[in-house]
């Protein structure tokens, strides 16, 4: 069985920009969540999509959004790239209620 | 919110030394983690354990509810299990896990 599979791995951009990241939770799994760490502010809690719907949303500007496809398949958009938001993004795959998953992350860097 | 403390924040063991990780939350949960996070960033799942006790290999971890902490038990350590340990909760239909900020752990050989 297939695990978390995010992508891309690593990303470089540039100020301003915008960049989508890609999460494919494990087959079967209806939620995915998304997190951000960061060496000053740990792990963060950005928004859960379960079934196509949001479900919650941590304390992150408007720059961020996310959005699930039928297949589960999730993204996360962040539009205007601040050099606070080099980070690692972690994605987690669970059935919504129980154990959640998480894939290898996506390590962003805004230069 | 929710709040959750882990601690010790850092330790450093000799190998085959034991330790205790200890993860206090404020409210009651539904669900409980603990992951270890590898030095390539990747989040591995130690347990699932919202209450009770559960045991694998050299780790074992346990959860009391009604007293709202948990308990990550390392029993001779070995370099590898360096690393991040973080425990994470969430709270009934909250949709929402909240970690803790983590201990680091540096085994030496």
């Known amino acids: 069985k297939a695990g978390v599979t995010q992508t891309p791995r690593y990303l470089i951009k540039t100020r301003g920009q915008q960049v989508t990241l890609s999460c494919s939770p494990i087959?079967?799994?209806?939620?995915v969540s998304w997190y951000q760490q960061t060496p000053g502010q740990g792990l963060q809690f950005l928004f859960e999509?379960?079934?196509?719907?949001?479900?919650n949303k941590g304390n992150f500007p408007g720059r961020f959004s996310g959005r699930q496809f039928s297949n589960s398949r999730s993204e996360m958009n962040v539009s205007t790239l601040e050099l606070g938001d080099s980070a690692l993004y972690l994605c987690?795959?669970?059935?919504?209620?129980?154990?959640?998953?998480f894939g290898q992350g996506t390590r962003l860097t805004v230069v | 919110g929710i709040q959750v403390e882990q601690s010790p924040p850092d330790l450093i063991l000799q190998e085959g030394a034991n330790s205790t990780l200890r993860c206090n939350f404020s409210?009651?949960?539904?669900?409980l983690q603990w992951f270890h996070q590898n030095p390539w960033g990747q989040l591995i799942n130690l347990f699932y354990?919202?209450?009770g006790t559960k045991q694998n290999g050299r780790l074992s971890a346990t959860t009391v509810a009604t007293e709202r902490y948990s308990l990550l038990y390392i029993s001779s350590s070995q370099t590898t299990d360096s690393g991040v340990y973080f425990c994470?909760?969430?709270?009934?239909?909250?949709?929402?896990?909240?970690f803790g900020a983590g201990t680091r752990l540096f085994v030496k050989a």
């Open positions: 354990i919202p209450s």
């Open positions: 409210d009651s949960v539904n669900n």
């Open positions: 994470a909760v969430e709270r009934l239909r909250g949709f929402k896990t909240i």
């Open positions: 999509y379960f079934s196509e719907t949001q479900r």
């Open positions: 087959s079967g799994h209806r939620s």
């Open positions: 987690a795959s669970g059935d919504g209620n129980t154990e959640a998953f």
